[in-house]
């Protein structure tokens, strides 16, 4: 895709969790889809929507997060027509239930869904239509992955998901990921193939590094999955 044809894209971050949120639109008929916006940053993400003077379709989340609780239910209330959008293996409500396969328009573009389960049943990996970019939740981090001992979490399911879905997109496909504690804010296939310190592993040695980080829960993982399974308004 020449740069001309790319998308307009934004990468936001919202600091207690440390999550970014991905606003993508197309030039011409300003038709947009929002990628993990937190609570906290609600009013920030309308408002750069409206600057921008774009029609925002689809808010879709990569997972059900624990950290933090996602604001779609409440962006919905604040712009008109807006959807969200989950995977059908999440558990959560949502008006479009995503499958492997499926396509999220915005103008010309779209972003396709990759089913990539490991830190959860639901999570997913969103490629743009060129594949010169996908958003890989939790899944695939910047030298790193997402836990999986909670929320359905298996290593070897992980492992395969990443190795499967992921690893297969052209080497110069840019990641971004829901999360980075560090700093970073991209990375690219090439990179986390030969880099990632654990998804270069092989499979066992992979599972027991996973079977063994024993890291505490989220602060919020008791008040933030119940609320994300109904998009963000449990108890709001």
Do not use: W
Not at 202 to 230: Q, R, T
């Amino acid at each position: 895709m020449a740069k001309s044809e790319a998308p307009i894209f934004r990468q936001l971050f919202e600091s207690e969790s440390c999550t970014y949120t991905y606003l993508l639109a197309d030039k011409i008929t300003k038709e947009a889809v929002i990628i993990d916006p937190v609570l906290e940053t609600l009013d920030r993400d309308v408002k750069l929507v409206q600057e921008l003077g774009l029609n925002l379709k689809v808010a879709v989340n990569t997972h059900c997060h624990a950290d933090h609780i996602t604001s779609t239910g409440l962006m919905k209330k604040k712009i008109q027509g807006l959807k969200s959008a989950i995977s059908k293996h999440s558990g959560a409500s949502a008006d479009i239930q995503l499958s492997e396969g499926d396509d999220i328009t915005f103008g010309k573009h779209r972003l396709t869904v990759r089913e990539t389960p490991g830190h959860t049943n639901g999570c997913v990996t969103l490629v743009l239509g060129d594949e010169s970019m996908a958003f890989t939740g939790d899944a695939l981090l910047i030298r790193g992955c997402g836990r999986t001992d909670f929320q359905q979490g298996s290593a070897r399911k992980l492992y395969h998901s990443i190795h499967q879905k992921v690893f297969k997109l052209p080497e110069d496909c840019l990641l971004y990921p829901a999360h980075d504690y560090k700093g970073q804010t991209v990375s690219t296939v090439g990179e986390e193939r030969k880099y990632n310190p654990r998804l270069t592993k092989s499979l066992e040695e992979f599972v027991n590094i996973m079977d063994n980080l024993n890291l505490p829960n989220p602060k919020k993982i008791d008040i933030a999955v119940p609320a994300n399974l109904v998009c963000g308004l449990h108890d709001l």
